[in-house]
């Protein structure tokens, strides 16, 4: 049955409808512009519907509509491109119960495969062979609350967890959890300045200072397309 939040956000499907595939909002080929693989080409698969409204959300546009296909259609887009890199992302992806049958397909047809995820849905169900990378709510997102504590039990080196900072309190906030949940000793740790309301270099001393083991993302593909949908 289709969870109410992905109901709210998205509208109202019929349980056979959803289990007929997966609403889809965009399928592209671009270079990745965050995580550990920043600066590779990469296919994003990016799919309807989302429960949270972050305040610096920049993919609103994934929050309804989208077309309904099922995992055969996507995999033959994918194969389109030459890209041998995946990423699946949203809007929130886990809210729709297919994205776990997408993931472990993608994973079966030999392609690298990521997932962007809010970190407010339970990660425990998806494929092992898939990075996960977890975007942990950082109060400037307005939605700190909905966060899933118990996936950061659930994490494996591979993972990856993302702090987007508004200003110094989330800064401050996100140092806190790193020391809470000794984050540095289970997976790659990635800090990213929202975009237009911090400056990198503000965050980039304020790491150097308190000599955090943490990576300084900045949005690659921003800085070559700006805000164009679909890069």
């Not at 889809?24 to 990469?42: D, K, M, N, R, W």
């Not at 309804?64 to 995946?86: F, K, N, T």
Request: charged share 25%; net charge negative; hydrophobic share 35%.
């Amino acid at each position: 049955m289709t969870p109410a939040p992905f109901a709210a956000a998205c509208g109202e499907h019929e349980p056979d409808e959803q289990a007929a595939g997966l609403r889809v909002t965009e399928i592209f080929h671009s270079i990745q512009g965050e995580s550990t693989l920043a600066g590779l080409p990469t296919v994003f698969i990016r799919l309807t519907g989302c429960p949270l409204r972050c305040r610096y959300c920049d993919t609103s546009y994934a929050f309804s509509g989208g077309e309904r296909m099922d995992i055969p259609q996507i995999l033959r887009q994918v194969r389109g491109y030459p890209a041998r890199y995946v990423t699946v992302t949203g809007g929130e992806p886990l809210a729709q119960p297919a994205c776990d049958d997408l993931l472990s397909a993608l994973c079966d047809a030999d392609y690298r495969v990521s997932l962007e995820t809010s970190g407010t849905l339970d990660i425990a169900r998806v494929d092992e062979r898939v990075v996960r990378v977890l975007d942990l709510k950082t109060p400037g997102s307005g939605e700190a609350a909905r966060n899933l504590w118990g996936n950061l039990r659930l994490l494996r080196p591979t993972d990856q967890v993302k702090f987007v900072i508004c200003d110094r309190r989330d800064y401050e906030w996100a140092r806190a959890r790193l020391r809470q949940w000794r984050l540095q000793d289970r997976c790659e740790l990635l800090f990213s300045p929202s975009h237009e309301a911090l400056e990198p270099a503000a965050l980039a001393d304020w790491i150097l200072r308190d000599g955090l083991q943490v990576r300084l993302q900045l949005q690659l593909h921003k800085q070559i397309w700006g805000d164009t949908p679909g890069r």
